[in-house]
């Protein structure tokens, strides 16, 4: 039943919400001056990552991707002595597929 002085419309559908996944990290490796970072999913890298270590100093000067769901990151110095790894919560360099970030903002490294 039409109502006078209304139009009806049909046929429109309102947009779906996108399914955004974050990411969680499984382990956290060091060597010497790199830190392998395994993600519970696959992950995208654009740019470098601004992560950190409980060593003052060094940052990320490059990353690698050897496969899907592992980054590589290269720090300036040595984070031989490190404990732990943080992560800015909306950092842009490492999402996964469907644009979700790293959940984690601190991990322990090994």
Known sequence: ??????????????PME???NPIRIVS???????????????VVVRGLPNWTTSVEGPTVVSVT?????????????TIAA???????????AVRSMSGGYVADTMFPVS
């Open 82 to 92: 490190a404990t732990t790894m943080s992560v800015e919560p909306t950092d842009p």
């Open 28 to 42: 956290a490796v060091k060597n010497t001056t790199h830190l392998t970072v395994t993600f519970n999913q696959p």
């Open 1 to 14: 039943m039409s109502i006078i002085g209304k139009t009806e419309k049909r046929g429109k559908h309102l």
């Open 65 to 77: 991707s050897p496969s899907p769901a592992v980054v590589v990151a290269t720090f300036s110095a």
């Open 18 to 20: 996108k399914v955004v």
